[in-house]
């Protein structure tokens, strides 16, 4: 009923940029989308969250670094992580909420930052 499936993830050097993306098929409207991260021994962070009314809100710890968006034509949505430093390195999840606040999580995409 709903899948998320993410791409996008790779190496890149401190400073460098990517673009995550993450495919959307779903029967439910999602109310919400976000982008969350879990690294080795840290607790799971939730990185950036868009509203379908289009109010985001993002981590202290990547404001005015990363952004997120979404194509609605195309059912997807992107996370666009500039000036990456290697403590954003970890595994990033695509979710959405539907409106019974059921969340749905995609299987996630290695970024690792390399200083």
């Known amino acids: 009923q709903v899948q998320l499936v993410e791409s996008g993830g790779g190496l890149v050097q401190a400073g460098g940029s990517l673009r995550l993306s993450c495919a959307v098929r779903?029967?439910?409207?999602?109310?919400?989308m976000g982008w969350s991260r879990h690294a080795p021994g840290k607790q799971r962070e939730l990185v950036a969250s868009?509203?379908?009314?289009?109010?985001?809100t993002y981590a202290d710890s990547v404001k005015g670094r990363f952004t997120i968006s979404k194509d609605n034509a195309k059912n997807t949505v992107y996370l666009q992580m500039n000036s990456l430093k290697s403590e954003d390195t970890a595994v990033y999840y695509c979710?959405?909420?539907?409106?019974?606040?059921?969340?749905?999580w995609g299987q996630g995409t290695q970024v690792t930052v390399s200083s």
């Open positions: 779903s029967v439910f409207r999602l109310n919400v």
């Open positions: 868009d509203t379908s009314g289009g109010s985001t």
């Open positions: 979710h959405g909420e539907i409106s019974n606040a059921t969340a749905y």
